[in-house]
Structures are given as structure tokens and as C-alpha cells.
Nanobody, 114 residues
């Protein structure tokens, strides 16, 4: 079994920055080295959406809503994926989740105040 634990969320003002982390633990083995890692978010009252992913070769992709403001990265030695979020806007308010395969984290709340 693999556990994913997100951290780094919080309350930030418009234009501010946060860095989210997602640490994998448990029976990770080489899973983290080869897995594509995803960040999703779910704004209040809305559906969950995928916003970024990073492959094992560190190719990245972003949703239009975050491209140019968010950066996904990974540290395979630490079994951790990051999401650097800059220039935050009220519409970025959501619960942020990391995901790979069948495994999801519990989410971390990001609230951007205007």
C-alpha cells in the first residue's frame, strides 16, 4: 500500500505564493521513480480538475488556468512531488490533491483571500 500526504496549504493573500508538497510512503519501492505524478484541485462546489502532471522523465504539463504561474517538480530521492504556486488568485481557492495510479492523498486546503 502507498500513502500520499500533501502539505503546505494555507491562507494567502492575492498575489502571494505557496509551495505544496506530496510525500509518498509505504510500499513505494520503485513506484515513485517510474510514476507520473499529478496534482488536482477541487474548488468549493465544483468538480475536481487536473492541473499539472510530471512524468518519470520530468516532462510536465499544465492546465491553462495555472500555466505560467504554477510549477510542478519532483525529487525521487525524497519520494516527493512539489507544486510551486505563484501569483495566486481567489479562483485558486480549492482543496489540492496529489495522485498517481490508484493512490490519492487526503488533500490540503488552499485559500486565497482578496
Amino acid at each position: 500500500q502507498v500513502q500520499l500526504v500533501e502539505s503546505g496549504g494555507g491562507l494567502v493573500e492575492v498575489g502571494g505564493s505557496l509551495r505544496l508538497s506530496c510525500a509518498a510512503s509505504g510500499s513505494v519501492g520503485r513506484l515513485f521513480d517510474i510514476a507520473t505524478m499529478y496534482w488536482h484541485r477541487q474548488p468549493p462546489g465544483k468538480a475536481r480538475e487536473q492541473i499539472a502532471f510530471i512524468t518519470q522523465t520530468e516532462s510536465v504539463s499544465y492546465a491553462d488556468s495555472v500555466r505560467g504561474r504554477f510549477t510542478i517538480s519532483r525529487d525521487n530521492d525524497r519520494n516527493t512531488v512539489y507544486l510551486q504556486m505563484n501569483d495566486l488568485r481567489p479562483e485558486d481557492t480549492a482543496v489540492y490533491y496529489c495522485h498517481t495510479g490508484a493512490f490519492w492523498g487526503q488533500g490540503t486546503q488552499v485559500t486565497v483571500s482578496s
